[in-house]
């Protein structure tokens, strides 16, 4: 639970999927991680709440934070593995959704790992004609699949309302043992990914995919399923930095500490601009086991006063705040 109430939403919010990771080589770079802008940040900033937990969560914690910004979890609409993702982006959120995602299970000696689509370079050419032939067999379950891009097929339909789902950020480039259970409690997702898998297997897309040496699509992972039971009002989203998330998942960690440095002179050197003027800004940093959110707050004489008596040593570097996510 969080250990204090998050933030008002402020106009400028920033939110970091994958400040850090749990990944062992992730952690060896933390320390030798040079944010000088971070570490000014944090130094204007109040720490208003965070949200520790373990990496077992069918949710990642940036997913966590990003409901209680726009107001889904203080609807009461988040559960565990259970966050409307596709019903709030819906002109209709009233309507059980999901999105399903094409992926490729590979094969290993001791597990199956998820590698969804935009891992695989699928395009359009390739995802359609998957996305043609596993359509009419949804609708024999009553889920309609509407076509959104090649790595997002939305799916709408009742069975959809109560189904648990690890989020794909979870389980991608993982073994999907550990995330399957809550699908595979849902005996009509698992006939359905049967499905998926004998039609993708001969067809001629996959034919072509081998032939090129690319993976083949040979299933799908549902996710962000269910339905509001209320409309929210229309958030203000924070804005979120992908390239930390994108160098995480795909275990690329040269490019993730390229991205550290490039988000430290970048927008975190223009919030810390921001809240030396005044303005109200919100940092949200996040990790795999949870995320922490700092705020401005205006300061006493007295406060500022002992901030700097605590500064005199040295400011902490900015790193130590990441070591618990």
């Known amino acids: 639970m969080p250990a204090s109430h998050p933030a008002p939403e402020s106009a400028h919010h920033l939110l970091v999927p994958f400040a850090t990771a749990s990944a062992p080589e992730c952690r060896a770079l933390l320390s030798g991680l040079a944010l000088p802008g971070l570490t000014?940040?944090?130094a204007e900033l109040t720490q208003v709440a965070s949200e520790i937990g373990d990496d077992q969560h069918l949710d990642a914690p940036h997913e966590r934070a990003l409901a209680l910004a726009i107001g889904l979890q203080a609807s009461g609409e988040a559960r565990p593995?259970?966050?409307?993702?596709a019903a709030a982006a819906s002109e209709q959120p009233l309507q059980p959704q999901a999105w399903f995602t094409p992926s490729h299970f590979q094969v290993g000696m001791d597990q199956v790992t998820l590698l969804p689509g935009d891992r695989l370079a699928l395009a359009d050419t390739d995802a359609r004609p998957l996305f043609d032939a596993l359509a009419p067999f949804a609708?024999?379950?009553?889920?309609?699949?509407l076509y959104e891009s090649a790595t997002r097929w939305r799916a709408t339909g009742e069975p959809l309302?109560?189904?648990?789902?690890a989020s794909l950020d979870r389980v991608s480039g993982r073994s999907v043992a550990d995330w399957t259970p809550a699908q595979g409690r849902h005996p009509l997702i698992t006939r359905l990914q049967s499905e998926a898998q004998m039609?993708?297997?001969?067809?001629p897309v996959n034919d072509r995919r081998e032939a090129a040496r690319q993976p083949i699509v040979n299933g799908f992972w549902v996710h962000g399923a269910g339905a509001l039971s209320q409309p929210i009002a229309k958030p203000h989203w924070p804005t979120q930095p992908d390239a930390l998330r994108q160098a995480a998942l795909l275990g690329d960690w040269a490019s993730w500490q390229r991205a550290w440095e490039a988000l430290d002179s970048g927008p975190i050197a223009e919030l810390l601009a921001r809240a030396r003027a005044g303005e109200p800004v919100t940092l949200t940093l996040c990790g795999e086991r949870g995320w922490t959110q700092w705020a401005w707050r205006p300061r006493s004489l007295g406060q500022r006063v002992r901030l700097v008596m605590?500064?005199?040593?040295?400011?902490?570097?900015?790193?130590?705040h990441l070591e618990p996510l």
């Open 161 to 165: 309302r109560e189904l648990a789902c």
């Open 40 to 42: 000014a940040l944090l």
């Open 310 to 320: 605590q500064w005199l040593g040295g400011a902490p570097s900015a790193w130590k």
């Open 139 to 145: 609708a024999e379950d009553g889920i309609e699949l």
């Open 81 to 85: 593995g259970r966050y409307p993702w």
């Open 199 to 203: 039609l993708f297997y001969t067809h």
